[in-house]
């Protein structure tokens, strides 16, 4: 009977861990793949292949990222919906010009090169 009486004081201390602030490592971990799913859930939506979804979340885990994505695929698949075109570019690539401006380039260059040759 004295045990559990001296044990109780422990048990209620070690309970209240997180109100001062001292992580569980076990909610931290499941904390962490699931959001490295729901990156991957949202990278397979947005159309993006695996490999951006990891260049773009380098601190995910990769092996979350992968099994949300797998299963958003699966998912998609099933229900036959579509993906949504991302908004935010691939770092490193060129930003997409509309075609006007495209088109108007090349023209504005031949126009000024044949009013410098009169």
Sequence with gaps: ??????????????????????????????????EGKAIGSACRHAMRAIEDCYVLNPKAQKA???????????????????????VVPRPGAKPAQPADEEEAKPADKTDKAKAAAH
């Design 1 to 34: 009977m004295k045990r559990l009486l001296l044990a109780l004081p422990l048990l209620a201390a070690l309970s209240a861990c997180e109100q001062l602030g001292i992580d569980d490592p076990a909610k931290v971990a499941a904390a962490k793949e699931a």
């Design 64 to 86: 979350a990222v992968y099994a949300g994505w797998r299963e958003m695929d699966e998912y998609m698949r099933e229900n036959k919906l579509e993906g949504i075109a991302p």
